[in-house]
């Protein structure tokens, strides 16, 4: 009889477990990301006063808000380009990032992420990026990368 207790508290902890813990670990899928260019920015012939627009839309299909930041990997910038490009990040109408380029790699950077956003669970976003070339770079930056 002892061992008929000690089997029926083995499946009742069993049980126990399962009930507490068997759902807990959900399968969460991946969030869709859809860039409008791939790389985002590649502009061969980008001129003082030019001006790119891109986007990246983000779905969430998990049951659980889901963190959006953008990390900036394979910076170069050794002739200073990038402080002489506007850079904004905009959700809608909110403006999420305003500065030059070169200031968005010193908050991107790796390992720095630029976090953004809180999606809800089943929601999607797009997130918008305006590059504006600076008018008054003049040719100092023909060539630049």
């Known amino acids: 009889m002892n061992q008929f207790i000690k089997n029926r508290i083995s499946v009742?902890?069993?049980?126990?477990?399962?009930?507490?813990?068997?759902?807990t670990s959900i399968a969460l899928a991946n969030p869709t990301v859809v860039f409008e260019y791939n790389p985002l920015f590649s502009e061969?012939?980008?001129?003082?006063?030019?001006?790119?627009?891109?986007?990246?839309?983000?779905?969430?299909?998990?049951?659980?808000?889901?963190?959006?930041?953008l990390q900036s990997r394979n910076i170069s910038d050794l002739d200073g380009l990038g402080s002489q490009i506007e850079f904004m990040v905009k959700k809608g109408t909110t403006?999420?990032?305003?500065?030059?380029?070169?200031?968005?790699f010193a908050v991107s950077g790796d390992p720095e992420l630029f976090e953004m956003d809180n999606l809800a669970p089943g929601q999607s976003v797009q997130y918008?990026?305006?590059?504006?070339?600076?008018?008054?770079?003049?040719?100092?930056?023909?060539n630049g990368t």
């Open 12 to 23: 009742l902890v069993a049980a126990i477990t399962v009930g507490l813990f068997g759902f």
């Open 44 to 69: 061969a012939n980008f001129m003082p006063g030019d001006t790119v627009k891109r986007y990246i839309q983000v779905s969430n299909p998990d049951p659980v808000a889901l963190q959006i930041a």
């Open 95 to 104: 403006v999420l990032f305003e500065g030059t380029l070169a200031d968005f």
């Open 128 to 142: 918008d990026f305006q590059a504006t070339f600076m008018p008054e770079a003049g040719n100092d930056y023909q």
